[in-house]
C-alpha cells in the first residue's frame, strides 16, 4: 500500500511516521529541499522533530504529482491557511476513490468554512465523499515517538472513516469514527482559541482555579457554537472536544497555549509570532471565532476577548476583569 502525506510539518510528519507501519510506501511532500533531503538521507525531521527517527518507508518530496500518484489514501496535514492554496496546485494529481483525510484543525477567515466545507468548496464533486477529518488529543512528538495515542476520525461515509480508522491503526495510534463532522472540527478548530486564553491566564499567574474555569466554560462555548451549527452536544465531550481542549490548555507542547503565556506577559503578538517555527492555529480562528459569533448570534465571550487581545491590543488584565464582572447568569442557559 502507497500513501501519501501533503505538509511536511511536525504533525504531517509524524502521520507519516505512523503510516509506515501499515504502508509499505508514504510519500511526503513539503516546500523545504534541504529538510526533504534530512528526511530521505538521515531520516529525520530536524526542524519540526529533531532526535526522533522516521521510517525508511517514507519518502520525502517536492513534487506534488510524485507524492500523490498511486496512493490509496491522502492525508492533508498543511496549515488551515495554505490549504486552499495548496489543494488548488495539487487537484489535477489527487487520485480518485479515495479517503482525504485533512488533519488541519482551523476555520478559513475570508469564508468561515471548516477544512471539510474548504475542501468541497475546491475539489470537483466527484471526491465529496471521499472526504474526513482527523481530530484529538495529539500532541505530534509524542506521536512520533509512538507514546498512546487517540483520536476520532469523521466522515459522512462511515466506510471512508472505516478505511482511514484500518489504515491508521498501530499498536500505539488508536481511532474512533464519528459520523459528526461538524461537531469533530468545531472542537478541533475553537480549542486552540481556548487554549490561548488559558495560557495568558498562566502568564499572568492566575493559578489552577481560572485555568479550570477557562476550560469549562470554554467548552460552552464550543458547544453553543457547534450545536448551532448542526454538531451533536455529546462529541464535545469526547475525545476531539473535551479531550483536546484540556491537552492544548494543559500541556508543554501545546503551542496556542505558549503564545496565550507570552501575551499575559505584556508581549506583543508579532514578537511573539516572529520567533515561532511553527504555526499557533488559535491565532487565526480567533479572529473566524469572533466573526461566525457577530453572524450567528451567539455568546462566545472567551473567544471575543482574546480576538481583543490579538487583534485589537486590549490588555490582558482588563479582559479578565471584563470577563469576571459580566452579567451573572445560569450556568446551563446563560454564556
Not at 482525504?100 to 471526491?127: H, Q, R, S, W
Request: with cysteine.
Amino acid at each position: 500500500m502507497r500513501s501519501s502525506v501533503i505538509g511536511s510539518g511536525s504533525f504531517g510528519t509524524a502521520l507519516a511516521n505512523s503510516l509506515a507501519v501499515n504502508c509499505e510506501e508514504v510519500r511526503l511532500w513539503g516546500r523545504d529541499a534541504g529538510l526533504a533531503s534530512s528526511i530521505n538521507t538521515r531520516h529525520e525531521n530536524p526542524t519540526y522533530l529533531p532526535g526522533i527517527p522516521l521510517s525508511p518507508r517514507v519518502r520525502a518530496t517536492l513534487d506534488l504529482k510524485e507524492a500523490l500518484e498511486g496512493a490509496e489514501m491522502v492525508l492533508l496535514a498543511m496549515p488551515s491557511h495554505a490549504t486552499r492554496d495548496i489543494l488548488s496546485r495539487a487537484v489535477e494529481f489527487l487520485p480518485r476513490h479515495v479517503p482525504l483525510l485533512t488533519v488541519a484543525k482551523g476555520i478559513e477567515n475570508e469564508t468561515l468554512l471548516t477544512m471539510t466545507e474548504l475542501l468541497e468548496d475546491c475539489l470537483p464533486e466527484e471526491f465529496h465523499p471521499y472526504i474526513a477529518v482527523l481530530s484529538g488529543p495529539s500532541f505530534a512528538r509524542e506521536l512520533a515517538l509512538r507514546s498512546p495515542t487517540v483520536v476520532t476520525i469523521a466522515s459522512h461515509w462511515e466506510k471512508v472513516a472505516a478505511r482511514c480508522q484500518k489504515i491508521l491503526q498501530t499498536e500505539s495510534f488508536r481511532s474512533y469514527t464519528s459520523n459528526d463532522v461538524v461537531g469533530v472540527q468545531y472542537g478541533g478548530a475553537l480549542k486552540n482559541v481556548i487554549a490561548i486564553a488559558a495560557g495568558i491566564a498562566d502568564g499572568l499567574g492566575m493559578g489552577h482555579n481560572a485555568r479550570a474555569a477557562i476550560i469549562t466554560r470554554g467548552l460552552a462555548e464550543i458547544t453553543r457554537l457547534a450545536v448551532r451549527k448542526g454538531g451533536n452536544p455529546l462529541t464535545l465531550s469526547g475525545l476531539s472536544g473535551m479531550g483536546d481542549l484540556v491537552l492544548t490548555c494543559t500541556g508543554e507542547l501545546s503551542r496556542n497555549r505558549r503564545v496565550g503565556m507570552e501575551l499575559g506577559k505584556g508581549r506583543s503578538l508579532a514578537e511573539i509570532l516572529a520567533e515561532m517555527k511553527q504555526v499557533a492555529e488559535g491565532v487565526k480562528t480567533a479572529k473566524s471565532a469572533r466573526d461566525l459569533a457577530v453572524k450567528l448570534g451567539v455568546e462566545l465571550p472567551i473567544c471575543e476577548q482574546v480576538y481583543a487581545i490579538a487583534y485589537e491590543g486590549k490588555s490582558a488584565k482588563a479582559v479578565v476583569v471584563e470577563l469576571m464582572t459580566r452579567q451573572p447568569k445560569s450556568e446551563l442557559s446563560g454564556a
